[in-house]
């Protein structure tokens, strides 16, 4: 693991840990699966120019979680293409903080020449919603994950996306 990135690791380990947290996802992460997470994203920056950032807090900079570009991990009508996503601490919910980093990565990958971002979440993810709407994103459509268990209530997804030209 890149030394830099330590720092980050113990509340990434919490945040991905946090149930609250991770409610719009199948299940919470475990240490192991964290640190893969993170590994994957020096990865995809090692190799694409872009991933998930950190967001600290301007007056202590206080890691709260990340947001940034990821190249889409499955199969699906608007695939390959990049997506923008985020997480955050819970205490950091409905501060505003997901809408502003978005607005900030939006600008860094029109800088990349990305002509189009997309995002996606769990239908029931209502914050998460409406922090695309918030950024300028438009709804294009629905669709049923193809990583999620048919049974499981976060198949069905919402997908938005953003023309960058």
Known sequence: MNHSGWIFIAPLLEMNKDKEVMRYFPSTLTDAETIQFYERIVAEFEQKGYGLFAIELKCNGKFIGYTGLHEIGFEAAFSPGVEIGWRLAAAYHNCGYATEAACAVIGYAQT?????????????????????????????????????????????????????I
């Open 112 to 164: 990349l020449g990305i002509k189009k971002l997309y995002s996606f979440t769990a239908s029931v993810n209502k914050p998460s919603e409406r922090v695309m709407q918030k950024i300028g994103m438009q709804k294009t459509g629905e669709f049923l994950h193809p990583k999620l268990e048919d049974v499981s209530p976060l198949k069905a997804h919402v997908l938005y996306s953003l023309d960058l």
